[in-house]
T-cell receptor, first 111, second 113 residues
Framework: GENVEQHPSTLSVQEGDSAVIKCTYSDSASNYFPWYKQELGKRPQLIID?????GEKKDQRIAVTLNKTAKHFSLHITETQPEDSAVYFCAASINDYKLSFGAGTTVTVRA | NAGVTQTPKFQVLKTGQSMTLQCAQD?????MYWYRQDPGMGLRLIYYSASEGTTDKGEVPNGYNVSRLNKREFSLRLESAAPSQTSVYFCASSQGGSYNEQFFGPGTRLTVL
């Protein structure tokens, strides 16, 4: 089945700096890659997603890039703010209904 | 709209006891999911229901059963709880399949002693 690896497991950045989280996947048939953000004690929420026919997608300070050949995709957060502190999960589609999630990255933004 | 709701929020069981986790959504979504979240392991799919009347196994279905009671409700049952089932359980729903945003419930924190 699909295996999604996520790195790093923890990331500490200075406020205003950029944060990058990387994920790799194993199944070349995967074609949908969402990112979820989970604040402490809260539920996961979708922040951005990308489909395999697109190489990059941006939404304000957040961007996701996809390299299908290398089977990896990344989340980029620019100008980090304290409210960006959370756990971020990448995921890859297994089939029409299943997602395989990475283990998560705990991002801490230092003031 | 309440979105996705789950009951209970917390539960403590003894090994061998049974219980049912309830989930309901008011967004008229077709698909519903049950995940468990364990430290360092992300979210793992237990079961999903693509549409009313259908259920399928996910990544970690052993020890669990599900029922899609109607379009709104999707329950998860532990017949004989084990300490390995100590986890946070999330229900989610989406309009269609995995290519659509999944909306998560607030979670149920389950401890099995």
């Amino acid at each position: 089945g699909e295996n999604v690896e996520q790195h790093p497991s923890t990331l500490s950045v200075q406020e205003g700096d950029s944060a990058v989280i990387k994920c790799t996947y194993s199944d070349s048939a995967s074609n949908y890659f969402p990112w979820y953000k989970q604040e402490l004690g809260k539920r996961p929420q979708l922040i951005i997603d990308i489909r395999s026919n697109v190489g990059e997608k941006k939404d304000q300070r957040i961007a996701v890039t996809l390299n299908k050949t290398a089977k990896h995709f990344s989340l980029h957060i620019t100008e980090t703010q304290p409210e960006d502190s959370a756990v971020y999960f990448c995921a890859a589609s297994i089939n029409d209904y299943k997602l395989s999630f990475g283990a998560g990255t705990t991002v801490t933004v230092r003031a | 709209n309440a979105g996705v709701t789950q009951t209970p929020k917390f539960q403590v069981l003894k090994t061998g006891q049974s219980m049912t986790l309830q989930c309901a959504q008011d967004m008229n979504h077709n698909s519903m999911y049950w995940y468990r979240q364990d430290p360092g392991m992300g979210l793992r799919l237990i079961y999903y229901s693509a549409s009313e009347g259908t259920t399928d196994k996910g990544e970690v279905p052993n020890g669990y059963n599900v029922s899609r009671l109607n379009k709104r409700e999707f329950s998860l049952r532990l017949e004989s709880a084990a300490p390995s089932q100590t986890s946070v359980y999330f229900c989610a729903s989406s309009q269609g399949g995995s290519y659509n945003e999944q909306f998560f419930g607030p979670g149920t924190r389950l401890t099995v002693l």
